[in-house]
């Protein structure tokens, strides 16, 4: 058995639909990411979500929905007092815009029990996280993951999934992701988002800067064009653009992306054949609405 933990925040999603009403929901780049590695995965893979939320009605059906995917709840807190984060989706000029309020979110004390953590990533397999749950967390509460995550001896794969206005500055973004890349075995970022930061000039600029930080496995994420890998087995593009599909919704491709990616590996797929793969589920994922193949 094959246990994997993915770290992260779930929200309450509130989704746009006919008459001006929003549809409730459940998602998050990092439970997104869970999800679909218990899609995409057989009963021989453990997918746990570790997280924390509150005590109200709302962390309770999220609970209830997260358990009803398929995906393990035993290492999620509830924290008495406090609540889930919550975005709102709005179409601006044909295009889709997003409002936050993670303020009172308990997945920012996620981190604030180190025997939960211990207990939670016990053998563990591969760990899964990303720049947003990081990013929501305070420095000392980084450092307290980051040590419990080294010390289970488990696999990382991360994702800088890079918003700066999650951020105290550019420099502490900067710092924090780069710290992260250096504890981690495979990281999966996205170059537009990259390139703003750090400004690589190229998908080959972010591969050679995270090479030499030491990450045995790269995997550039370019939109529509092509993946780049970077590892052990050398180097190699894949493009997504023999796949052109209609996209209803891009919300959540990157996560579903990086799910298939992870999955083909674990399951013992080449480079080559795990970036197809990833291309194909992903291509899946645009033309739902959502992040999740739910009906």
Not at 2 to 22: F, K, N, Q, W
Not at 28 to 38: K, Q
Not at 92 to 100: L, V
Request: glycine share 8%; proline share 3%; charged share 20%.
């Amino acid at each position: 058995m094959t246990r994997i933990v993915v770290i992260g925040e779930c929200m309450v999603e509130m989704a746009p639909v006919d008459g001006g009403l929003y549809r409730m929901g459940f998602a998050g780049d990092t439970f997104n990411m869970a999800w679909h590695l218990r899609y995409l995965l057989g009963s021989d893979h453990c997918v746990d979500y570790l997280s924390a939320v509150g005590d109200d009605s709302t962390s309770n059906a999220m609970l209830d929905f997260i358990q009803s995917q398929g995906v393990g709840i035993a290492h999620i807190r509830q924290i008495a007092g406090m609540t889930t984060g919550l975005y709102l989706i709005r179409q601006e000029n044909g295009d889709r815009a997003f409002s936050y309020w993670r303020e009172t979110s308990a997945a920012r004390q996620l981190a604030d029990d180190p025997a939960a953590l211990a207990r939670a990533l016990q053998e563990a397999d591969l760990v899964c996280l990303s720049g947003i749950t990081l990013a929501i967390l305070s420095p000392k509460a980084r450092e307290v993951l980051w040590a419990a995550i080294t010390e289970s001896g488990a696999q990382v794969a991360f994702d800088p999934n890079i918003r700066p206005t999650l951020w105290s500055s550019q420099e502490d973004c900067r710092a924090a992701l780069t710290y992260a890349a250096v504890r981690s075995d495979v990281i999966l970022p996205s170059f537009d988002d990259d390139a703003a930061l750090f400004g690589d000039v190229a998908p080959q600029a972010t591969v050679a800067r995270y090479t030499r930080l030491g990450v045995g496995e790269v995997v550039v994420k370019d939109a529509a064009r092509p993946a780049i890998y970077s590892g052990s087995d050398g180097t190699l593009e894949i493009a997504a653009d023999r796949l052109a599909v209609p996209v209803v919704d891009a919300t959540g491709a990157g996560d579903s992306f990086n799910a298939a990616w992870l999955a083909a590996r674990l399951q013992g797929a080449a480079p080559k054949e795990a970036l197809i793969a990833a291309h194909k589920h992903a291509a899946c994922v645009l033309q739902v609405s959502g992040a999740l193949l739910v009906s």
